[in-house]
């Protein structure tokens, strides 16, 4: 009796039914899409997140460079003066550490024992500066104004120098020696071989090196070709392109090599941790600081708060004015449904006052009201989720480009002023990615759109249902007469 009653009432008041349902479809689609954007910019922020760390990286452990006397650390070369005339061509390299001041190889142990350290991994971070180039010698020319020869010096000969100079390039690249025992922390994780292949376990002393896509394009190289620093010959085996913004360095190494480059034997700037459990990273960024003394903890949460422009912008938007707003309309759209099922349950006077006089009981007339206000509801939340899709979708569709600006921070030091962002190979000065807008919905987000269908249904049914209760079967006499 009661779904034949419900189907038939439905079925008689169906633009009743789809006015109801309309208002609290547009509310739950509303909330589809700004959860959906919410996500998308959690998703976007985690991309950029990743090109300042690494895939596997939770956290990172470093220690502040200290300032030199001048406030900064300058390479110092020299070339041979010579006496023949040779142009041939001249070099020197200067290997410095760079962004941190260097940590003991045993720190990593440290941290890697510490309660809830899952993996530690060291690196070395390194700036290389390359000056090459030859001097050229003047030609000594004598005056052509037909004198003695003989000049102001007493008896030095009259005339000039001309020509001669000098010519000289500079290379100025960024070299992160890794840890190739662990290649699922560090860097180079954030990076996708394109060609060749990346270290071996094998390599920790290897004299191989994979190179950045940008820099290979820069320099002219490719697998099979040789990079040399400091004298020493690297044979390039990969060339690595980042998944999103920068790459971490120019050029990566095994770090006993670079160590070795940069006379830093046992020396670290960057420890890579990963923790066991995600949702314990606070506790364990905690027991790091606490134990290992003198270092600085960085986490995902940490590098989040540099993360401004647009993408900031929206991502705020988002999770703020957006949740707001959805809050008003799905409040704004559940009083109207209940307005709407109340004023229907007025105009149902007769009918309802008619059932009572037959013998109905005022719990079975609300349970009808209320029945026919959760069908209602499921059907907005059907038309709520189709909406919040095709909204979902269409954001996704243009995907419009957000901006992430990340802004220098940390401990950036050594000649270029490079570091910060817990980790090495980040620009001081800020830098600017684009990053494409979508708006992916959960399983999650359905599920809350309908919990949001039935509860509109509730409510718009308490509405109803308290109105019907009210009603005699003297109110239904009046109106017949």
Known sequence: MFFTYLRRELRRRRKAALVVASGLALGIALVIVVDSVSSGMGKAQDRVL??????GTDMTVTKAASPTADGSQRPRFQFDARDDDSDEEQSSDRVMVRGFQTLSAATVTDVGDQKGVADAAGGLNLQVVKVSGQFTRGRFEQNGSGDTGRGRGGGQPSGEVKGGGAEFDVNNYSVFGTDVTKPALG????SEITSGRTFTTSETDGKVAVVDSAYAKEKSLKAGSTVTIKGTAFSVIGIATADSGDAAAN???????AQTLADSADKVTTIYVKATDSQKIDSVKSAIQKNVSGT???????LADTVSGSLSTASSLATTVGTWLSIVVLVAAFLVAGLLTSSAVSRRVREFGTLKA????????TRQVVGEAIVNGLLGGVLGIALGLAGAYAVTAASPTLQARLGGGGAGGGFGGRGGFGGPGRGAASRTLDVALTAPVSPAT???AVGLA????????????WRASRLRPADALRRVG
Not at 50 to 55: A, E, F, P
Not at 296 to 302: I, P, Q, R, Y
Not at 454 to 465: E, N, P, R
């Open 187 to 190: 860097p180079l994780t954030s």
């Open 358 to 365: 037959l013998g109905w009981k005022s719990g079975r007339v």
């Open 446 to 448: 359905v599920v809350l």
């Open 296 to 302: 600085t903890v960085t986490t995902s949460a940490d």
């Open 50 to 55: 990743q090109s300042l760390y690494g895939l």
């Open 454 to 465: 039935v509860a509109g249904g509730l409510v718009a049914g308490a509405f109803g249902g």
């Open 251 to 257: 050029v990566y190494i095994p770090l006993k090599q």
